[in-house]
């Protein structure tokens, strides 16, 4: 199998895999399977276990192969015949591709540096522009910005008859979710994954949370989730709880790693809600080099910035050795 080898920190993907009495649940549960059977189309169970810890009825929520899966589906439905998608750049590379494989149109709204916007002329010139469905991530990927509740709430009351679509993939790492705004805004959606804080990119797990589901469903890809996928994942939500402390230990590396390099000079670092960080640098192939040289592989992007993965503590001392390094060398 294709196996990348050294220190992973480019996908964002969580640093330990699932634990082992967790993985010991799974193996039992999926030996228990009816594998000549189709899965539970309605993924009763997987919804309501979910149901409970979004705290919305289990009928609002709609899974697929991943969140990805769920936003190619919302863009082929809302946005038929040339419709245009308004989002923010830099954004996930994802809404492209499905705007494009659906032949519809692109609107996109520059963000300053470090990902932030001002929502007023964010919403202005999306009225100027006639858009039909709104969609960005939040917290921003690759910037780690987020928006707070009051900036959700104009962009829903200015927009009350299109989509409005938070991608909160990396919600769990940040503070204001949009999960509230579903029961005042008809329109408004949100989608999560099971692939960051949870931990279960390998099972590709994700939703979509909105009062539109209950119209939408029939319309989905019948058996869009294995049953050995929704085995998994609910397996692994009765076990939430356990992941809250997991989590915290994410945004604490986050917050120690960030202290450590939020004024260095030769490289800028943003504050992020999610769990990476986003920096720039002129010098970045001094940089990329030196992480290469390590064995750590970061996300590296087109223009003069990167993306770095929290990962376990250890790891994280790794890089901020590389970080010190770069900040401190003669280059």
Known sequence: THKQTGILLNANEASQNVDNTIQQEILDAISNLSLNRYPDTTCQELHSLYAEIMNVPASWILSGNGSDQMLGFLIQYYLQGNKTLYTL??????????????????????????????????????????????????????????????EMIQICEAFPKIPVIFDEAYMEFGEESAIDLLKLY??????????????????????????????????????????????????????????????????????????????????????????????????????????EEKKITIRNYADDSFRITIGSKEENDFVLDVLRRFEYANC
């Not at 494009?100 to 990902?115: A, F, M, P, Q, V």
């Not at 932030?116 to 910005?145: C, E, Q, R, W, Y």
């Not at 949100?190 to 939703?207: D, E, H, M, N, Q």
Request: hydrophobic share 40%; glycine share 4%; charged share 25%.
């Open 89 to 150: 750049t830099p954004d996930f590379s994802m809404y492209d591709y499905y705007v494009e494989l659906n032949h519809s149109r692109i609107e996109k709204y520059e963000t300053k540096l470090d990902g932030s916007f001002d929502v007023d002329a964010f919403i202005s010139n999306g009225k100027d522009k006639n858009v039909d469905m709104i969609l960005f991530s939040n917290p921003n990927n690759p910037t780690g910005h987020a928006i707070t509740k009051a």
């Open 186 to 291: 008809p329109m408004a959606f949100v989608c999560r994954t099971l692939s960051k804080a949870y931990g279960l990119a390998g099972i590709r797990c994700g939703f979509m949370i909105s009062r539109q589901v209950e119209k939408l469903a029939p319309l989905f890809i019948p058996y869009a989730l294995s049953s050995v996928t929704q085995t998994i994942a609910s397996v692994v939500l009765k076990h939430a709880n356990e992941y809250v402390d997991k989590i915290q230990n994410v945004i604490t590396e986050r917050e120690r790693v960030y202290q450590e390099v939020k004024d260095y000079t030769k490289l800028v670092f943003y504050p992020s809600n999610a769990n990476f960080l986003y920096g720039r640098t002129d010098k970045k192939d001094v940089l990329m080099e030196m992480f």
